[in-house]
């Protein structure tokens, strides 16, 4: 079992940027395919970003494609996710998720373990 801690969001100005960090427990995080997801009020939680447990395989959501990057440290049992250039529509709680398997993509059932959320507050 894992869990996972995010931090890093706050509240910026558009055209800002911000890095989210998601720390796992456990010594085995490198057996984790990760992902990023948001959940913007009275919306439905939408895929952001993936990651392969070994980082070879990437994927983003087209909205945020060019903006910003997910990578991960598995020496220091993180992830995170740089979002730059910014903008309202990015409002959202940032949660990252991670599932034992090689990669979990987009699909959010496809994902075991959630963090508790950050949120992320982009003013225009």
């Known amino acids: 079992q894992v869990q996972l801690v995010e931090s890093g969001g706050g509240l910026v100005q558009a055209g800002g940027s911000l890095r989210l960090s998601c720390a796992a427990s456990?010594?085995?995080?490198?057996?984790?395919?990760t992902g990023w997801f948001r959940q913007a009020p009275g919306k439905e939680r939408e895929f952001v970003a993936a990651?392969?447990?070994?980082?070879?395989?990437?994927a983003y959501a087209d909205s945020v494609k060019g903006r910003f990057t997910v990578s991960r440290d598995n020496a220091k049992n993180t992830v995170y996710l740089q979002m730059n250039s910014l903008n309202p529509e990015d409002t959202a709680v940032y949660y990252c998720a991670a599932a034992n398997a090689h990669y979990s993509g987009r699909n959010y059932y496809q994902y075991d373990y959630w963090g508790q959320g950050t949120q992320v507050t982009v003013s225009s």
């Open positions: 456990g010594r085995t995080f490198s057996s984790y395919a």
């Open positions: 990651i392969s447990r070994g980082g070879g395989s990437i």
